[in-house]
């Protein structure tokens, strides 16, 4: 059943999951500062291919600086782009009856954004 499972999820979504974070890690690697967050997102890029039979655990001795990592979004930096990763989550979980526009057309709409930037 797995294997049928990570078939599908191959076909319909994995490969595109895969190409997206493998492009993020390359990027990540070019800036040598975010080189930390490339590996993650290649990490990321493998579970996305193949899911089904795997699972995520915590790493013993790797506290300080994942927890740095982590909390990213708290910096100055880093809040755009939690913010932007808090509006994806919402779409990943309620996918339907959604449609992705800009800021202003959703104000033309008469509708409050969510979070712009």
Do not use: H
């Not at 967050?37 to 790797?62: C, S, Y």
Request: with cysteine; net charge positive; proline share 5%.
């Amino acid at each position: 059943m797995r294997l049928v499972g990570n078939i599908i999820w191959f076909v319909l979504a994995g490969f595109w999951l895969f190409l997206g974070y493998s492009l993020s890690a390359l990027l990540c690697f070019i800036f040598i500062v975010t080189i930390p967050f490339g590996v993650a997102a290649l990490r990321i890029a493998f579970f996305a291919v193949w899911p089904f039979g795997r699972t995520v655990v915590p790493q013993a001795g790797k506290g300080v600086g994942s927890t740095i990592g982590n909390v990213l979004c708290l910096t100055i930096v880093g809040i755009p782009l939690g913010l932007a990763n808090f509006k994806l989550i919402t779409v990943s979980l309620r996918p339907f009856g959604r449609e992705i526009v800009s800021v202003d057309e959703a104000r033309r709409r008469g509708l409050a954004p969510q979070v712009t930037f």
